[in-house]
């Protein structure tokens, strides 16, 4: 018992270390976000509840972005879910890592999840070296940097009134630029890719809200699976 926990703590620093260089950008769109709560009045105390409870930077944003009184409750609730749909597919490609793990901890880990540290776990996937625990110390990285980000940017609110001066907006996308780049395996790559852009695209010009995330991610997801089983039915 002694050497699994071991093993496992070994594990969680290593997603630590693998993390910290995404973790200046994602402090700094963390204090944009952190800025546009001080805006909209914001407590730290709630932006703090909502970094704990739901850790998803970009729900966190079209949140504090809708934002206003009288609370569109419904609204806001609806926005954060189709935003976060997202997490089946990270979830279901996870399952590898996962594998042998309860469901009691996989659901723990799983609420550790962010975009980046699912990205770099996947990348060293590939080397044989992702396990749960790299998984965690990603997150429990990446949301003390994030919550720290943005407690910086609540108390500089007052003062940055346009944070895209500062550059501070471009955080976000270079950060995904990155991390997207990483996750580049060649030219099988292509066609999901395509189809996931353009079918996103589409999306954006056709529907309301943050629908396009949703459609893209599944839209690129189904390539590979379509043209496997295509090949299946030409054996």
């Not at 910290?20 to 546009?36: E, I």
């Not at 279901?92 to 901890?105: C, D, E, Q, R």
């Not at 720290?148 to 907006?169: F, M, Q, S, Y």
Request: hydrophobic content about 55%; glycine content about 10%.
């Amino acid at each position: 018992m002694e050497t699994r926990y071991s093993e496992f703590y070994s594990y969680f620093q290593k997603g630590v270390a693998a993390n910290l260089p995404v973790a200046a950008s994602v402090a700094a769109y963390g204090s944009v976000l952190g800025v546009m709560a001080a805006q909209k009045e914001i407590s730290w105390a709630v932006l703090m509840l909502m970094n704990l409870s739901i850790f998803a930077g970009s729900a966190q944003f079209v949140m504090v972005d809708m934002w206003v009184a009288p609370l569109p409750i419904l609204e806001i609730i609806l926005a954060a879910t189709v935003i976060n749909l997202r997490y089946l597919l990270i979830g279901a490609s996870l399952n590898p890592v996962f594998k042998g793990s309860k469901i009691l901890h996989k659901s723990v880990i799983m609420h550790f999840v962010a975009d980046e540290n699912w990205a770099v776990t996947m990348a060293s996937h590939r080397k044989g070296l992702a396990t749960p625990g790299f998984l965690l110390g990603g997150g429990i990285c990446l949301g003390v940097v994030w919550s720290c980000g943005t407690l910086a940017g609540h108390r500089l609110g007052a003062v940055i009134r346009n944070p895209e001066l500062l550059a501070l907006d471009f955080a976000f996308l270079a950060v995904f630029t990155a991390l997207a780049i990483s996750l580049w395996r060649g030219k099988k790559d292509i066609l999901p890719w395509l189809t996931a852009a353009a079918a996103a695209i589409g999306a954006e010009q056709l529907l309301p809200g943050k629908w396009y995330i949703a459609v893209g991610g599944i839209s690129g997801a189904l390539v590979p699976i379509i043209l496997q089983s295509r090949r299946r039915g030409l054996r």
